[in-house]
């Protein structure tokens, strides 16, 4: 069974540029998360879909951040524009339903913002 | 709201010793509880899980954990620690029908010849 897959894995912009993140769930699965992954932290909730409808983006930075899930599949996250602070590992998961049901990860995007 | 805190963010341990890595958490309801670990430049992987089963959770790799409702802990622990277990541990709550996961900082587990 393929796993969860992001590109890019690594990326470097200027502060005020904008970059934009792709994930691409095990296939099957209801429900997409995307984390933010700072340095040092754990990873944060940044905004989580019910097939393509959003369940969660209370943490989302709305002003700058945004996120799409086109066809309850593969989705994108994008930051426009960018700021330092945004400098983080950004992690999609995906689970078959909700609740307590295992988070599938995949291997991050490394976002550096010069 | 929920949160989880973890003990001490490095542990070092020598290896085929015991591992202890310690996660407290805050919960209004009755919480669903995670370990997952994190190889450098990987995404997180599961080890285990409490879902108000077992208190004593088997997980890959030899680990396991106790849900102790009355320490408000969920401890996880290796009886021999190896090499290949240096890696980042996060302890995670969720609560409800929400799968939001709130996690930890992390804990660095180094082992040692």
């Known amino acids: 069974e393929a796993g969860v897959a992001q590109s890019p894995r690594y990326k470097i912009i200027e502060k005020r540029q904008s970059v934009a993140f792709w994930c691409n769930p095990i296939s099957g699965h209801a429900t997409l998360y995307w984390y933010q992954q700072i340095l040092g932290q754990g990873p944060k909730l940044l905004i989580q879909f019910q097939n393509n409808g959003v369940v969660d983006d209370s943490q989302l930075p709305k002003d700058r951040f945004s996120a799409e899930r086109l066809k309850g599949v593969d989705s994108t996250l994008k930051i426009q524009p960018a700021k330092l602070e945004d400098s983080a590992v950004y992690l999609c998961a995906s689970s078959l339903g909700g609740g307590p049901d295992e988070q599938y990860f995949g291997p991050g995007t490394r976002l550096t913002v010069t | 709201a929920q949160s989880v805190t973890q003990l001490g963010s490095h542990v070092s341990v020598s290896e085929g010793a015991l591992v202890l890595l310690r996660c407290n958490y805050s919960?209004?309801?009755?919480?669903?509880l995670f370990w997952y670990v994190q190889y450098p430049n990987q995404g997180l992987q599961l080890l285990l899980k409490y879902t108000s089963a077992a208190t004593l959770v088997k997980g890959i790799n030899d680990f396991e954990a106790e849900f102790k409702k009355s320490e408000t802990s969920f401890h996880l622990t290796k009886p021999s620690a190896h090499m290949s277990d240096a890696a980042e541990y996060f302890c995670a709550v969720s609560t409800g029908t929400a799968s939001k996961l709130t996690f930890g900082t992390g804990t660095r587990l180094q082992v040692t010849l």
């Open positions: 919960s209004s309801v009755p919480p669903y």
